[in-house]
């Protein structure tokens, strides 16, 4: 059973950091594209950050490249979001995704919420 959680997420003040952490299970977690989601109240859901599985090639959204860097540990079934100089605009629930061809699993959701 595929399993994705979320850790990380809090509360920040604008320019501050925070690193996500999503733990996979249930599946081969060094074959399936990585990747870091987030959904704001009232908008849409948006992909923030990709790694691949095999070299590792990663993708930015825009408004994140600088600041966001994804990041996999392919041993310890984990992918890493690091994210700094923290927006308000930042503010959302970060999921973490997990997929190969058809196949695309979610985790339950971390929030992050960039306010002084």
């Known amino acids: 059973q595929v399993q994705l959680v979320e850790s990380g997420g809090g509360l920040v003040q604008p320019g501050g950091s925070l690193r996500l952490s999503c733990a996979a299970s249930?599946?081969?977690?060094?074959?399936?594209?990585m990747s870091w989601y987030r959904q704001a109240p009232r908008k849409e859901r948006e992909l923030v950050a990709t790694?691949?599985?095999?070299?590792?090639?990663?993708n930015y959204l825009d408004s994140v490249k600088g600041r966001f860097t994804i990041s996999r540990d392919n041993a310890k079934n984990l992918v890493y979001l690091q994210m700094n100089s923290l927006k308000p605009e930042d503010t959302a629930v970060y999921y973490c995704?997990?997929?190969?061809?058809?196949?695309?699993?979610w985790g339950q959701g971390t929030q992050v919420t960039v306010s002084s």
């Open positions: 995704n997990a997929q190969r061809g058809f196949v695309s699993s």
């Open positions: 249930g599946f081969t977690f060094s074959q399936y594209t």
């Open positions: 790694i691949t599985s095999a070299i590792g090639h990663t």
